[in-house]
């Protein structure tokens, strides 16, 4: 169980990010092996860091490719629009002594309609290659949300008021006594603690897709995140502390 280490300080790495949801998971199989429940959700959690791998590696051939695509249809768009401006113009001019000057302006509407349209074409084509790439990271955002409530669904289970002293436990059809003192106070410590460390890599694992982009609606979903998973450890720590008037067995 070898410590990953950093060499980056530049940007964030989603190599080395990658490789400390790794040690983590080490480090849950090594001191609380008897909580699949944890484990699998860092696995689940390196899942998604590594298709944020696989897909910066994707990123700039596939961008490239949009890129070159909507320029050639914007030619074709260009080509078209000015073939069909200049067989109305044309059309027009030899006509145009046959022809009232109020019925210039259907010819002049289908002109402007033509250059609008092309316009739209030429604007839609232009913001592809960015919608594409933004459609496909704003997925990973929405991932990595559902999975920090879900590694809080695990901490949530856990109540460490059940090892403080002088509490009362409840009871359930008559006398008997439901303990919740499964656990030791070490592996609650530790249990809460892995749940505190995943919501963080949770965060970092989110602020690799704002390092891939400067996507306004990117970015706030970035940041809702790192929010989210603050709150999320906050509570978590608050229980941990309560474990200090927790007697040790």
């Not at 298709?51 to 320029?71: E, F, G, I, K, N």
């Not at 113009?89 to 002594?97: F, I, N, W």
């Not at 306004?216 to 709150?231: C, P, W």
């Amino acid at each position: 169980m070898a410590q990953p280490r950093l060499t980056s300080y530049e940007r964030l790495d989603g190599s080395e990010v990658r490789a400390v949801i790794s040690y983590l998971g080490e480090r849950i199989d090594t001191y609380l092996p008897r909580h699949p429940g944890l484990r699998a959700a860092t696995e689940e959690l390196g899942k998604v860091v590594d298709a944020l791998l696989d897909r910066r590696r994707r990123a700039p051939a596939q961008r490239a490719t949009l890129v070159w695509a909507s320029r050639a249809l914007i030619v074709v768009v260009l080509a078209v629009s000015l073939v069909a401006v200049g067989i109305a113009v044309r059309d027009a001019l030899a006509r145009a002594g046959s022809i009232a000057a109020f019925e210039w302006l259907p010819v002049v509407e289908s002109l402007i309609n033509d250059l609008v349209f092309a316009g739209i074409a030429i604007w839609f084509l232009l913001s592809l290659a960015d919608r594409v790439v933004r459609n496909d990271l704003i997925r990973r955002p929405h991932h990595l949300r559902s999975l920090a409530h879900i590694i809080d669904m695990h901490q949530m289970s856990k109540d460490p008021a059940a090892l403080l002293p002088d509490t009362r436990l409840g009871t359930i059809a008559g006398d008997e006594v439901v303990s919740p003192r499964t656990m030791s106070v070490r592996d609650y410590a530790l249990y809460l603690e892995y749940c505190s460390e995943l919501l963080s890599m949770t965060s970092k694992a989110a602020a690799l897709c704002a390092e891939e982009s400067t996507d306004a609606l990117v970015l706030d979903t970035v940041s809702e995140i790192e929010n989210l998973t603050t709150g999320m450890s906050r509570k978590i720590w608050q229980k941990i502390s309560l474990l200090r008037d927790a007697p040790r067995a």
